[in-house]
């Protein structure tokens, strides 16, 4: 079963980086557009602060996604200083099961935020775009974290993990041979 779930967060995380690329580049473009606009003419373009700002909050959602997948992601390190090797996957697999539950809960209380923002029909200020289209991110980035938090406990369980969120520290748990 964990294969499909792999071969899923495979399928998104390509989607996420294609997405991340042309965020950042029309990120990057619209910016850089409008500085320049602004210097030679003294006029650039009204929308693109606004833009920019909202590619940045996608870009962020979906960095923290990425970064959950990779195992990655901003972690207390207590753990792995506190509890010796034997014990440090089954306290890995607790921390695992609350911040799956935690993410689980923020991402219902984006649900809210955004159902909320689209039921007063806001809208952005420059683009004038419905701004629940800017915040879905919240929720849908923090379904995917969740998901991606059930396949790091699989792998936990398996062994293949030492941790949860161990970056650059030992990821991977080493089995010795048969001889």
């Known amino acids: 079963m964990s294969a499909i779930w792999e071969k899923i967060d495979s399928l998104l995380s390509k989607v996420e980086k294609t997405f991340l690329v042309i965020a950042l580049a029309v990120m990057t473009l ?45 972690v207390v390190g207590i753990p792995e200083k506190l509890f010796p090797k034997k014990i440090l996957p089954y306290v890995s697999l607790l921390v695992n099961l609350i911040v799956f539950t935690v993410t689980l809960f923020i991402a219902y209380l984006g649900i809210q935020y955004v159902a909320e923002t689209k039921s007063f029909e806001e ?5 004038n775009i419905p701004l629940w289209i800017v915040q879905v991110i919240i929720p849908a980035s923090l379904i995917v974290i969740a998901f991606r938090f059930i ?29």
């Open 123 to 127: 809208t952005s200020l420059v683009l």
């Open 151 to 179: 396949i790091i406990g699989i792998k936990i369980f398996q062994g293949k993990f030492t941790s949860v969120g161990s970056g650059s520290q030992e990821k991977i748990l080493e089995k010795p041979e048969a001889e």
């Open 30 to 74: 619209v910016v850089f557009f409008d500085f320049l606009f602004r210097e030679l003419f003294d006029h650039g373009f009204v929308w693109a602060k606004e833009l920019a700002a909202f590619l940045m909050i996608w870009v962020g959602f979906i960095g923290a996604s990425l970064a959950t997948k990779e195992n990655k992601h901003l």
